[in-house]
């Protein structure tokens, strides 16, 4: 027998026991090294398990655009859609694959909306949705409501329900992205005063063409007057320019109706022009107010 088995027999070999990890543990760390290969997988090929691929419902990145008081400006969006921003104006636009938003938080803007069927275009003012496929249109916030003017197609307009603009302006509401049948129509030539909130009172109407000319004539630098009132013509005027305008106590002021065209941001012609065809005349009551007033009579020695 040789050395290997006499020990062999002096000292017999225990069986070693192979210790179980407990099955939780095992678990565990099969579940860490799951989530760190997943993370690896991820981060090397830009794939998630856990969010949808489909790119329809990621939220474009939200682009804003203003206008300073008295400036105007023109925006061609990526869809070929253009929109022109009034004085004093701004406007959140987010697009996705199935829907295009403008947010009208302040101002005035007009669109020309580029024709896509398959993804029509909101404007959201207020509590209300402008919505069209492929049309022009012009829409202002003003103070007491909003105006709407169509100038070319048609648009529908609804109230909508508080908890859906948010879903309406992030663009991921699919199943409420197009207006129902039943919404307001409004078209080419006609107008419609909103409210802010609540439901959609008044009436559509027919406007006439010179009328929408003059409205509108605000995107080729000039205010068109056709026998407003003084004050209704110096609240418009105001919107151009920091200076306020006031009417001093004068019934015979009332009675002053503005007709013809005035270059926006021009108050030192606007003045002269006041002067000369209205013998209204004005004092500057502060840098930023002036007070019309009808001038004095000329006496004659």
Request: glycine share 6%.
């Given at each position: 027998m040789d050395d290997l088995s006499r020990l062999?027999?002096?000292?017999?070999?225990?069986?070693?026991?192979?210790k179980r990890l407990p099955m939780w543990l095992g678990a565990t760390a099969a579940s860490i090294l799951l989530a760190v290969a997943l993370s690896l997988f991820q981060e090397?090929?830009?794939?998630?398990?856990?969010?949808?691929?489909?790119?329809?419902?990621?939220?474009?990145?939200?682009?804003?655009?203003?206008?300073?008081?008295?400036?105007?400006?023109?925006?061609?969006?990526?869809?070929?859609?253009?929109?022109?921003?009034?004085?004093?104006?701004?406007?959140?636009?987010?697009?996705?694959?199935?829907?295009?938003v403008i947010n009208l938080l302040r101002g005035e803007i007009h669109i020309d909306v580029a024709h896509d069927k398959m993804r029509p275009l909101s404007v959201i003012a207020g509590d209300k949705v402008i919505q069209a496929v492929g049309t022009a249109f012009n829409v202002e916030v003003g103070q007491k409501q909003i105006e709407l003017i169509v100038t070319d197609g048609k648009v529908l307009v609804a109230e909508q329900k508080a908890e859906s603009l948010p879903n309406l302006s992030l663009g991921t509401n699919k199943q409420g992205q197009y207006l129902?049948?039943?919404?307001?129509?409004?078209?080419?030539?006609?107008?419609?005063?909103?409210?802010?909130?609540?439901?959609?009172?008044?009436?559509?109407?027919?406007?006439d063409p010179m009328d929408v000319a003059a409205r509108l004539s605000w995107r080729k630098g000039s205010l068109i007057f056709r026998g407003e009132s003084l004050a209704e013509a110096m609240a418009e005027i105001s919107r151009y320019t920091n200076i306020d305008f006031e009417l001093s106590e004068d019934d015979r002021l009332k009675q002053v109706q503005v007709a013809?065209?005035?270059?926006?941001?021009?108050?030192?012609?606007?003045?002269?022009?006041?002067?000369?065809?209205?013998?209204?005349?004005y004092e500057r009551v502060s840098p930023d107010k002036i007070r019309l007033k009808y001038a004095a009579p000329h006496v004659s020695i």
């Open positions: 062999s027999d002096l000292f017999p070999q225990t069986p070693v026991k192979q090397a090929f830009n794939f998630s398990f856990f969010y949808p691929v489909n790119q329809s419902a990621v939220v474009a990145k939200q682009l804003n655009f203003q206008t300073d008081v008295g400036e105007s400006k023109d925006i061609l969006l990526s869809d070929k859609s253009k929109i022109t921003l009034n004085t004093n104006s701004f406007v959140q636009v987010r697009y996705t694959q199935h829907s295009r129902s049948n039943s919404s307001t129509s409004v078209s080419k030539g006609e107008k419609l005063d909103l409210s802010f909130k609540g439901k959609i009172a008044k009436a559509v109407e027919k406007v013809g065209m005035f270059k926006t941001g021009d108050i030192k012609g606007l003045l002269e022009v006041l002067n000369n065809n209205f013998n209204i005349d």
